[in-house]
């Protein structure tokens, strides 16, 4: 069965583009999805991810998560694996966001517990957690303290009081990558940063409180090693980045890959967005650095927004957070480049791996991810839109095929211009409320853009990854109140 | 409004067309276009502050997209909304110049309905071109 020029289907979820689709693609770009995932992917993913094939460096395939949709670059969905030595490494495969993650916190409480205090919760989590167009956090640092912050990550937050030692041990990273370096970021990018550790920013992040109700729990035992034991139980979602610090991180290093890579490393790109380097390189590595910084300052950014949210709950229930069981379940990154070690084709080796829209996924008993997981495999938590609801992954030993990564949301099938001609902003507040959802918004046009139907049903995401034995599901947790940035 | 929305590309994101007829009218367009993703009324930006800049490249499309990210960094490392009023562009022996005078305020969420945060400018399918009837510009926002 063929879609488009060019697709071949491998298995019920597994679909592959040869390099023979494109000149220059030194390797296959494979797609993860359905049927109907697949008859709703958009011009731009095939192009995007057989551009992808064609990068210096890459090995065994391109990929595209069953979430994949047209980025820049890179598709959003997109994974590529680099020869450390031989290969590049894009700014474009992670994205302006660098770090843009996820992260999940549980509570001992109960939705028939939570429901006559949501409002009061909400209303506070809106004014305790700054969301919107160049929204501050609480945070207030000199430029000194900053670059100190994106070397250290959530371990500045800790020793500031901001979250507990546990918080680093469920924290991808433990919260801090190594070799982030303050000298290779700019003053500009500490500027634009600076005043932004504990704000969510905007589009599509968001915090969520939400239930795990009985009926959603896909497996009991998962679930269970990872905290959710209570019927109906209450949990705190969250997605954001490395804010404006991130966003010219990327915008620096991209300029500066542009002018290296024709004039000093002779080579071309049929893209701009996927401007490169080689990794080793001085300009390469000089990025991973200053992206290792990013990484830093975006699990520092949502270990604040985790101590606010412990501040609220402590509040709104008068008992304190140990009390009210508000311990975190995991952090997650999906924009991200790493070195990590995987089996290629027989051989275990060293690589670098691009995650752009795409989740680390790692299986059981291997090293990177909690001892508490270690036989569950690596928590993976994945953001559907506010309507519909969120899903908890687990990570399996197949996911090996995709260098353990596999999706991060569900999905945009509508723009957001399409999105604000159909939907009224306040209308799907009301109507949200009506449901049982309660949601605060910094901008209702902006609700507007993120209402359910704007996006892909996640269902449908998280099916295909499980058929193509990328990731399982534990829970599906459905939203009842939303801050929106 | 010499710009429009392009829908037809980069879903999560946003792609815009702007248009000028001189090269300076266009970064202006496209300025505009920018900080229109962010609010929804530009009448609503009051000229209080001013921001004076100067900014070189080697193409004028990475002029453009520098111009474009200024305007971004102002509205994260000072929370101000800026319009372009007065440039001079200008080509220095291999190098393009842009001299510009921006006028905003700060941000305040009493007056300006907030949109969405740019992020940056992306260069997927960033384009510059001129013909008969001036200059054109095609972008994509991460947002």
Same mark, same amino acid.
């Not at chain 1, 504990?198 to 969520?208: D, K």
């Not at chain 1, 501040?311 to 009390?323: G, I, M």
């Not at chain 2, 111009?67 to 440039?87: G, N, T, V």
């Not at chain 2, 071109?129 to 947002?143: F, M, N, R, Y």
């Given at each position: 069965?063929?879609?488009?020029?060019?697709?071949?289907?491998?298995?019920?979820?597994?679909?592959?583009?040869?390099?023979?689709?494109?000149?220059?693609?030194?390797?296959?770009?494979?797609?993860?999805?359905?049927?109907?995932?697949?008859?709703?992917?958009?011009?731009?993913?095939?192009?995007?991810?057989?551009?992808?094939?064609?990068?210096?460096?890459?090995?065994?395939?391109?990929?595209?998560?069953?979430?994949?949709?047209?980025?820049?670059?890179?598709?959003?969905?997109?994974?590529?694996?680099?020869?450390?030595?031989?290969?590049?490494?894009?700014?474009?495969?992670?994205?302006?966001?660098?770090?843009?993650?996820?992260?999940?916190?549980?509570?001992?409480?109960?939705?028939?517990?939570?429901?006559?205090?949501?409002?009061?919760?909400?209303?506070?989590?809106?004014?305790?957690?700054?969301?919107?167009?160049?929204?501050?956090?609480?945070?207030?640092?000199?430029?000194?303290?900053?670059?100190?912050?994106?070397?250290?990550?959530?371990?500045?937050?800790?020793?500031?009081?901001?979250?507990?030692?546990?918080?680093?041990?469920?924290?991808?990273?433990?919260?801090?990558?190594?070799?982030?370096?303050?000298?290779?970021?700019?003053?500009?990018?500490?500027?634009?940063?600076?005043?932004?550790?504990?704000?969510?920013?905007?589009?599509?992040?968001?915090?969520?409180?939400?239930?795990?109700?009985?009926?959603?729990?896909?497996?009991?035992?998962?679930?269970?090693?990872?905290?959710?034991?209570?019927?109906?139980?209450?949990?705190?979602?969250?997605?954001?980045?490395?804010?404006?610090?991130?966003?010219?991180?990327?915008?620096?290093?991209?300029?500066?890959?542009?002018?290296?890579?024709?004039?000093?490393?002779?080579?071309?790109?049929?893209?701009?967005?996927?401007?490169?380097?080689?990794?080793?390189?001085?300009?390469?590595?000089?990025?991973?650095?200053?992206?290792?910084?990013?990484?830093?300052?975006?699990?520092?950014?949502?270990?604040?927004?985790?101590?606010?949210?412990?501040?609220?709950?402590?509040?709104?229930?008068?008992?304190?957070?140990?009390?009210?069981?508000?311990?975190?379940?995991?952090?997650?990154?999906?924009?991200?480049?790493?070195?990590?070690?995987?089996?290629?084709?027989?051989?275990?080796?060293?690589?670098?791996?691009?995650?752009?829209?795409?989740?680390?996924?790692?299986?059981?008993?291997?090293?990177?991810?909690?001892?508490?997981?270690?036989?569950?495999?690596?928590?993976?938590?994945?953001?559907?839109?506010?309507?519909?609801?969120?899903?908890?992954?687990?990570?399996?030993?197949?996911?090996?095929?995709?260098?353990?990564?596999?999706?991060?949301?569900?999905?945009?099938?509508?723009?957001?211009?399409?999105?604000?001609?159909?939907?009224?902003?306040?209308?799907?507040?009301?109507?949200?409320?009506?449901?049982?959802?309660?949601?605060?918004?910094?901008?209702?046009?902006?609700?507007?853009?993120?209402?359910?139907?704007?996006?892909?049903?996640?269902?449908?995401?998280?099916?295909?990854?499980?058929?193509?034995?990328?990731?399982?599901?534990?829970?599906?947790?459905?939203?009842?109140?939303?801050?929106?940035? | 409004?010499?710009?429009?929305?392009?829908?037809?590309?980069?879903?999560?994101?946003?792609?815009?067309?702007?248009?000028?007829?001189?090269?300076?009218?266009?970064?202006?367009?496209?300025?505009?276009?920018?900080?229109?993703?962010?609010?929804?009324?530009?009448?609503?930006? &009051?000229?209080?502050?001013? #921001? %004076?800049?100067? @900014?070189? /490249?080697?193409? !004028?499309?990475? +002029?453009?997209?520098?111009? *474009?990210?200024?305007?971004?960094?102002?509205?994260?490392?000072?929370?101000?909304?800026?319009?372009?009023?007065?440039?001079?562009?200008?080509?220095?022996?291999?190098?393009?110049?842009?001299?510009?005078?921006?006028?905003?305020? &700060?941000?305040?969420?009493? #007056? %300006?309905?907030? @949109?969405? /945060?740019?992020? !940056?400018?992306? +260069?997927?399918?960033?384009? *510059?071109?001129?013909?008969?009837?001036?200059?054109?510009?095609?972008?994509?926002?991460?947002?």
């Amino acid at each position: 069965m063929t879609i488009c020029k060019g697709l071949s289907r491998v298995s019920e979820t597994i679909w592959e583009i040869r390099p023979s689709y494109k000149k220059g693609m030194r390797v296959p770009a494979r797609i993860y999805a359905t049927d109907k995932l697949v008859r709703q992917l958009d011009d731009g993913v095939i192009d995007q991810i057989t551009n992808v094939a064609t990068l210096p460096g890459i090995l065994y395939r391109a990929f595209c998560m069953p979430d994949g949709h047209w980025g820049y670059g890179f598709p959003i969905g997109g994974v590529a694996a680099m020869d450390p030595d031989e290969g590049v490494i894009s700014p474009g495969g992670i994205g302006f966001d660098i770090n843009c993650g996820m992260r999940l916190v549980l509570t001992n409480l109960t939705y028939e517990e939570v429901k006559p205090r949501l409002r009061e919760l909400v209303d506070k989590l809106f004014a305790r957690i700054p969301a919107g167009v160049g929204s501050s956090g609480s945070v207030t640092i000199s430029q000194d303290d900053f670059r100190d912050l994106v070397e250290k990550g959530s371990r500045w937050c800790i020793k500031r009081g901001y979250g507990c030692e546990e918080d680093l041990l469920t924290t991808e990273e433990e919260g801090c990558m190594r070799g982030a370096d303050a000298s290779k970021i700019s003053h500009r990018s500490v500027e634009r940063g600076l005043s932004q550790i504990g704000s969510l920013g905007s589009g599509n992040h968001y915090l969520e409180i939400q239930v795990a109700k009985p009926e959603n729990i896909f497996n009991r035992q998962i679930a269970e090693a990872f905290g959710i034991t209570i019927p109906n139980q209450i949990a705190v979602m969250f997605h954001c980045g490395s804010r404006g610090f991130g966003h010219q991180v990327a915008t620096d290093y991209l300029q500066i890959f542009l002018k290296a890579m024709t004039a000093k490393y002779h080579m071309n790109v049929t893209d701009r967005e996927l401007a490169c380097a080689p990794f080793r390189s001085p300009e390469g590595q000089d990025y991973f650095s200053a992206m290792k910084c990013a990484i830093n300052m975006s699990f520092a950014n949502r270990q604040v927004i985790l101590h606010r949210i412990r501040e609220v709950f402590s509040d709104v229930f008068h008992k304190d957070p140990a009390t009210l069981g508000l311990k975190q379940l995991y952090d997650v990154a999906h924009n991200t480049a790493k070195i990590e070690k995987h089996c290629v084709e027989g051989r275990w080796r060293q690589l670098l791996v691009h995650r752009k829209g795409a989740t680390r996924a790692f299986g059981p008993d291997m090293e990177g991810i909690p001892d508490i997981y270690q036989k569950a495999g690596q928590p993976v938590i994945v953001g559907g839109s506010m309507e519909t609801g969120s899903y908890l992954l687990s990570g399996v030993a197949s996911g090996a095929q995709s260098f353990y990564s596999t999706a991060h949301g569900s999905g945009r099938a509508m723009s957001r211009t399409q999105a604000k001609k159909h939907f009224r902003g306040r209308e799907l507040q009301q109507q949200m409320e009506a449901r049982g959802i309660y949601v605060r918004t910094a901008s209702y046009t902006a609700l507007a853009e993120e209402a359910g139907a704007a996006y892909k049903s996640l269902d449908d995401v998280v099916e295909a990854a499980e058929k193509a034995g990328l990731s399982a599901r534990v829970a599906k947790l459905l939203p009842i109140g939303n801050v929106k940035g | 409004m010499p710009f429009r929305y392009l829908d037809d590309r980069a879903i999560a994101d946003v792609a815009f067309e702007a248009w000028g007829a001189t090269m300076e009218e266009l970064f202006i367009s496209a300025a505009d276009a920018t900080v229109s993703v962010m609010i929804s009324d530009l009448s609503m930006v &009051r000229p209080r502050e001013q #921001r %004076h800049f100067k @900014l070189e /490249d080697s193409s !004028a499309d990475m +002029l453009l997209f520098n111009f *474009l990210q200024e305007l971004i960094f102002y509205k994260d490392a000072e929370k101000l909304l800026l319009r372009a009023k007065e440039l001079k562009i200008w080509q220095q022996g291999d190098h393009y110049a842009v001299l510009a005078n921006a006028y905003g305020e &700060r941000i305040d969420a009493s #007056r %300006h309905e907030l @949109l969405v /945060d740019v992020k !940056a400018v992306t +260069l997927h399918r960033f384009s *510059l071109t001129s013909g008969p009837g001036g200059w054109k510009a095609e972008l994509i926002l991460d947002v």
